[in-house]
């Protein structure tokens, strides 16, 4: 089974973004050594307990500290964001970084409505155009001739767009990364929806492209591995929190263990947390591995990208190391 890493690069109470930003080399350099397949960064905006708002810019950061781990943007959340500065962004990673950059989309947010306007240069109802754009400023489509667009020389040149992956939820994307020939990547780590619809119309649909000749899925799941099952749920015990203080309008910091003890949901609380709980797999790494070949044999996955929201960062960087151990058996 591939592996591969999201990281929202979370921020724990007690701790600056900056530190955040800082240490995301460890886990990058850490899942290069043990073999992950690609480590993606994600894009939210807004958002008190995730650091991670310029993934282009960590991506220029890591890619120098890392050797052979493909890096990407899980995704970028393109109508924030015009289709040629995208491309020209990722063209300029695949030009100082060839061969080792993926380029994922989104048609989210990836933040509360407000900080959406501000953000937005783009309508998420036109995000095929936007795709569509997209491709044609990166080679793989032209416009026609007469398009007020034909004649833009994207710069630079001679460069190839990286691989293109679409993201989904819901299922909405599914037959539009079938028909463009993209990588579909499916988020169940926070999407209670099934996933096995939308990725049997994502197949459906298919039609190969440059970079895929035949349909490429991965599923992204939420883990949470340690020595012990008791530690594995302590450590995962700060996520219902977090979601809590998202839906009441008081987001904050990833809390701590000790922090979410101290905060009992109510039934109302729990009600509301129950269906994001229930996507995480938590347990031994024995236990891990068999929710995860579950995963795969159930979605038909080619590939498991993990996230891993943690307080303690150490604990985080052994949640993987852990993870890649038990797989490699």
Not at 160 to 171: N, T
Not at 196 to 206: D, M, S, W
Not at 262 to 288: K, S
């Amino acid at each position: 089974m591939k592996l591969s890493v999201l990281d929202v690069a979370p921020i724990p109470s007690g701790t600056t973004a900056a530190e955040v930003l800082q240490r995301m080399g460890d886990l990058a350099q850490l899942a290069d050594r043990l073999g992950y397949e690609r480590y993606w960064v994600a894009e939210h905006h807004g958002l008190p307990s995730i650091a991670s708002a310029a993934p282009e810019v960590l991506l220029a950061h890591l890619a120098p500290l890392t050797e052979s781990i493909r890096l990407g943007p899980g995704g970028v959340m393109l109508p924030n964001h015009s289709p040629l500065a995208v491309a020209e962004r990722y063209l300029t990673l695949e030009a100082l970084h060839p061969g080792r950059i993926d380029l994922g989309l989104g048609r989210a947010a990836g933040t509360l409505p407000v900080t959406a306007h501000a953000l937005r240069s783009g309508d998420p109802d036109k995000y095929p155009q936007q795709v569509a754009q997209l491709l044609a400023f990166g080679g793989d489509a032209s416009f026609p001739e007469d398009h007020a667009y034909a004649d833009i020389d994207v710069v630079p040149g001679g460069v190839e767009l990286p691989p293109l992956w679409l993201l989904g939820s819901s299922g909405g994307s599914a037959e539009l990364a079938g028909t463009v020939g993209a990588g579909y990547a499916f988020a169940a780590h926070f999407s209670p929806t099934p996933p096995g619809p939308a990725i049997r119309r994502y197949r459906e649909t298919f039609q190969p492209s440059r970079h895929f000749d035949a349909p490429k899925v991965i599923v992204a799941t939420s883990v949470f591995c340690a020595d012990t099952e008791a530690e594995a749920q302590r450590l995962a015990s700060s996520v219902g929190l977090v979601f809590v203080r998202l839906r009441t309008g008081n987001p904050g910091p990833i809390p701590s263990p000790e922090e979410a003890a101290a905060h009992p949901l109510t039934d109302l609380e729990r009600r509301y947390v129950q269906p994001i709980v229930d996507l995480q797999i938590v347990g031994t790494p024995e236990q891990v591995r068999e929710k995860l070949h579950a995963l795969q044999q159930g979605t038909g996955a080619d590939e498991i990208m993990v996230t891993t929201m943690m307080h303690d960062p150490e604990a985080r960087l052994r949640s993987y190391e852990l993870l890649a151990q038990v797989m490699d058996d």
